[in-house]
């Protein structure tokens, strides 16, 4: 059950209690810009006091895109996505396609042997051999945010790296 957000001091949103609460979020979890602007939104704080709060708190290091992008890019390789996936949720949060693929650049994934591993964890090592089958795993690895090429390379070509 979620707990009720609580409302700014007195009705009244000033700066202050608006810093101290982006910095409560961000003691949880990393966050982007965009996502705290929505939940300081959602408690009440108005833009023209969220903007300047949060532009103190990017020159202070406090909020930072480039480590969010980091951690979470990280998190969704740990989860098996696809770098499809990840750009998308990325963009979802605020995150330009230049930050997204300077942080995927910088991981090195070897991204053929990580559709490989989300295939086999779903669907056991033996490669498909009837078509419905392949279209099923073909479809779970796009959903998981991997591209077509990557696709056909663990369905057809998995075999040849045993």
């Keep these: 059950m979620r707990r009720s957000k609580p409302e700014p001091a007195g009705g009244i949103a000033d700066a202050p209690a608006c810093r101290r ?22 408690r009440g704080f108005p833009a023209e006091v969220v903007g300047p709060v949060l532009d103190e708190l990017e020159q202070s290091g406090a909020l930072a895109d480039a480590r969010f992008t980091d951690v979470f890019v990280r998190s969704r390789l740990a989860k ?4 499809q996936r990840i750009r998308s949720e990325l963009a979802e949060r605020g995150i ?10 910088g991981s090195e994934v070897d991204w053929l042997e990580t559709i490989r591993a989300v295939r086999r964890k779903r669907f056991g090592p033996e490669l498909p051999h009837e078509y419905a089958e392949r ?15 990557q696709i056909r390379a663990a369905l057809e070509l998995d075999a040849d790296s045993d």
């Design 96 to 105: 330009g396609d230049a930050t997204a693929d300077a942080v995927l650049r």
């Design 135 to 149: 279209a099923k795993q073909a479809r779970f690895l796009q959903y998981r945010g991997f591209d077509s090429a």
């Design 21 to 42: 609460t982006a910095l409560e979020l961000l003691a949880r979890r990393e966050h982007s810009r965009r996502e705290l602007t929505r939940k300081l939104g959602t």
């Design 80 to 83: 098996g996505q696809g770098p």
